[in-house]
C-alpha cells in the first residue's frame, strides 16, 4: 500500500490552503472529528470486505458450476452425435429380427439404458442450466447490494478526508508558529496521528477498490506492481516536480474533470484497477505511464497516466478524486498541464 508522509502532506495543505470544515476549527475538534470519520470509515470497509468475501465465493461457485455445465452439454453433444451417424432413431426397434427370445430381452434392456443415459445426459444439462440462472440472479442481487455498501464507504472516506486536509492545514500552521521544544514536540505527535489516520484511509480506499474488481488477472496485478513505485513518487511530490523528473517544455491547457465512485475497481487502460485515492489520471492520446504536473486555482500537484478519456466535449484530462480534491475542484476546471520525463 502508497503512503505519503505526514511532513509532505501537512507542507503541501499548507501550500494548497485547503478550508476547515464548518463546525471543526481547532486542531483538537479536528483530530477528534477525523478520528470518529476514520473509525465510522474502518467499520464500513470491515463490512464491505466480507460482503466482498460472499460475493466472491457465489462467483467461484458460479464459475465451477458453467465449468460441470460445459462438461455434461460436452457429453450430449457427442452422444447425439454418435446417434446421428448411426441413424438409429428409434434404439428398440431394431430388436424385433432377433429370434432368441432371450437375446431379444438382453438387447431391449440394453437400448433401454441407452436411452436412459441419454436423457440423464438432458437431464443433466437442463439441471445445471436452471441450477446457474438461479446462482446467477443471487449473484446480481448480492453484487448490487455491495455496490450500495461501496459508495457509503466512499462518501464516508471522501468527509474523513476532507476533515483530514484541514487538519493538516491546521498542523502545518502550528509548526511554522512552534517558538518551543514542547510545541515542537506536540505539533509531531499531532502530525504522527494525522499519518495514522491516512494510512487507515488508504487502506480503506484499497478495499473498496478489491471488492468492486470482479477478478485480480495476471495483467492486473503486474499492472499495478509497474505503477506503485511511480504512483508511490508523485504522491511524495506535493505541489513539486517529482524527484528524478523535469518540464520537457510541452504545456497543455484545457478542461479537466474528474471520476469517481463509479468506476473504482474498474480496469484502466494499463490494466491496473482504478482506485481514486491514487494520483493517477486519463488522457486521449499521451503515452500510458507518463507523469504529468497539473496546476489550478494556484495549486499544482503531479499525476501518472495510466488510463484513457475524456470522452466529453473538449475535456483533454479526467483527474481521479483524489487529484481534483487537491486542485481544489468538483466539476470541470481549467488547468496547465506540465509533462514531464525523467531527468
Known amino acids: 500500500m502508497l503512503r505519503r508522509t505526514a511532513l509532505t502532506a501537512a507542507l503541501v495543505a499548507a501550500l494548497l490552503g485547503v478550508p476547515s470544515p464548518a463546525g471543526a476549527t481547532s486542531l483538537e475538534d479536528l483530530q477528534a472529528s477525523l478520528a ?23 462467483r467461484v461457485a458460479l464459475e465451477r458450476l458453467a465449468t460441470e455445465h460445459d462438461e455434461a452439454q460436452a457429453r450430449l453433444d457427442a452422444r447425439v452425435r454418435q446417434v446421428w451417424i448411426s441413424r438409429r432413431w428409434d434404439p428398440m426397434s431394431w430388436t424385433a429380427g432377433l429370434g432368441n427370445p432371450g437375446l431379444r430381452r438382453i438387447t431391449q434392456r440394453g437400448a433401454s439404458e441407452a436411452v436412459r443415459v441419454e436423457r440423464e445426459l438432458v437431464d ?67 502530525a504522527e496521528a494525522l499519518a495514522a489516520a ?41 505541489a513539486g516536480y517529482p524527484s528524478g523528473y523535469a518540464p520537457t517544455g510541452e504545456v497543455l491547457r484545457g478542461l479537466a474533470s474528474w471520476y469517481g465512485p463509479g468506476f473504482v475497481g474498474s480496469p484502466t487502460a494499463t490494466g491496473s484497477p482504478y482506485d481514486p485515492e491514487r494520483l493517477t489520471c486519463a488522457h486521449k492520446t499521451m503515452r500510458l505511464g507518463t507523469v504529468i504536473r497539473v496546476s489550478a486555482n494556484g495549486r499544482a500537484v503531479s499525476c501518472l497516466v495510466n488510463d484513457r478519456g ?32 525523467p531527468v
Open 124 to 190: 443433466a444439462v437442463s439441471s445445471q442450466s436452471a441450477a446457474a440462472a438461479a446462482l446467477r440472479a443471487k449473484a446480481e442481487v448480492r453484487r448490487a447490494a455491495l455496490r450500495q455498501q461501496a459508495a457509503a464507504a466512499l462518501d464516508a472516506q471522501e468527509q474523513a478526508r476532507q476533515l483530514l486536509a484541514a487538519a493538516q492545514v491546521e498542523v502545518a500552521r502550528r509548526a511554522a508558529a512552534a517558538a518551543s521544544a514542547l510545541e515542537v514536540a506536540r505539533v509531531q505527535a499531532a
Open 36 to 58: 470518529s470519520a476514520t473509525a465510522d470509515t474502518t467499520s464500513l470497509s470491515l463490512a464491505l470486505e466480507q460482503a466482498a468475501a460472499a460475493d466472491g465465493g457465489l
Open 310 to 341: 475524456p470522452y466529453v466535449g473538449p475535456r483533454i484530462l479526467d483527474m481521479s478524486r483524489a487529484g481534483s480534491r487537491t486542485l481544489g475542484y468538483d466539476g470541470v476546471q481549467e488547468v496547465v498541464i506540465e509533462v514531464l520525463a
Open 198 to 238: 491516512q494510512a487507515s484511509l488508504d487502506q480503506a480506499s484499497a478495499v473498496v477498490t478489491r471488492a468492486l474488481t470482479p477478478a485480480q488477472t495476471r495483467r492486473s496485478l503486474r499492472a499495478q506492481g509497474a505503477e506503485a513505485p511511480l504512483v508511490a513518487l508523485v504522491e511524495a511530490a506535493g
